[in-house]
């Protein structure tokens, strides 16, 4: 008999498709919910307090009513604030999102490494210690923006969204001391990875872009290497907690990662 019971994926807004698109190329036949947190959108800009308020609440109710066998916290600012509480509340294995400066590190010719994520999560004393761990030789430049997050939902709903915008944000690394010799970033933010194109595309010189999703997925795929799933893919549900605007191409979007269906909590 095969398990119907989903992969639970959790966002503030789309950036956790990001970790989602890897997840699915390995686990084609996972039943999904993507849940979106967008009447609380960003959380970037929010308190630690509130965050650490406001997802284990969220998750619980999410998890009672779609029964999901793990959960992914797929935001970097989530992970970073409420990753121990959530899990202290939930019985099923639930996965954090790691900002991605091991790899940034280990890309890096230069060792001078960025780390592009949102104002919650650049100052969270846990990316001090990945810092400390894996980047110890490497001086590590920071830089939050909230309005790299909205460009990239901006973008996912079909907007235009202008090179300029991607510039002023990536400028905010570059323009540091150090910055004309960073060569590697990690984007610690699960939105970025959807509009790495558009970073590269307008950086003044290479440079590398990495991320966590991937390495999220192998987790997701080990910690249910002994379970069953449907024998043909699922369609899969976006599930937000506000109003959405359900545009032809965000729903376009959202069809490309497999979630045919949405529904408000």
């Known amino acids: ?3 119907p019971r989903p992969l639970l994926f959790f966002d503030s807004g789309v950036g956790g498709l990001s970790v989602l698109a890897p997840t699915r190329a390995i686990l084609p036949h996972a ?30 109710r999410l998890t009672e009513r779609y029964r999901p066998r793990l ?19 939930l019985d099923i294995p639930v996965v954090g999102t790691v900002p991605a400066i ?13 780390v592009l994520g949102t104002d919650a999560t650049v100052r969270q004393p846990y990316v001090d210690r990945l810092a400390a761990e894996h980047a110890a030789d490497c001086t590590v430049l920071r830089h939050g923006s909230a309005a790299l997050v909205a460009l990239a939902e901006a973008d996912l709903r079909g907007e235009d969204t202008p090179d300029a915008a991607y510039a002023a944000v990536l400028a905010g690394l570059l323009d540091q001391p150090g910055g004309d010799r960073m060569d590697s970033v990690a ?3 699960t939105h970025f990875p959807l509009i790495a194109d558009r970073l590269a595309a307008i950086a003044p010189r290479p440079l590398s872009f990495v991320d966590g999703g991937p390495g999220i997925a ?18 899969g549900i976006a599930v937000f907690t506000g109003p ?16 045919d269906r949405t529904a408000r909590l």
Not at 218 to 235: G, K, M
Not at 254 to 259: E, H, K, Q, T
């Open 1 to 3: 008999m095969t398990d």
């Open 31 to 60: 039943p999904i919910v993507y849940a979106a947190d967008n009447a609380f959108f960003p959380y970037g800009v929010k308190s630690e307090e509130e965050i650490a308020g406001r997802v284990p609440v969220l998750l619980g």
């Open 71 to 89: 959960v992914v916290i797929a935001c970097n600012t989530a992970s970073t604030i409420a990753l121990d509480p959530v899990r202290a509340a």
């Open 102 to 114: 091991r790899p940034a590190a280990l890309a890096s010719q230069t060792r001078v490494i960025g």
């Open 187 to 189: 984007l610690a933010c």
């Open 218 to 235: 192998r987790r997701v795929a080990w910690l249910t290497r002994d379970q069953s799933w449907p024998t043909a893919p699922v369609p």
């Open 244 to 259: 959405i605007d359900p545009t032809p191409a965000f729903l376009e979007h959202l069809a490309g990662f497999g979630l």
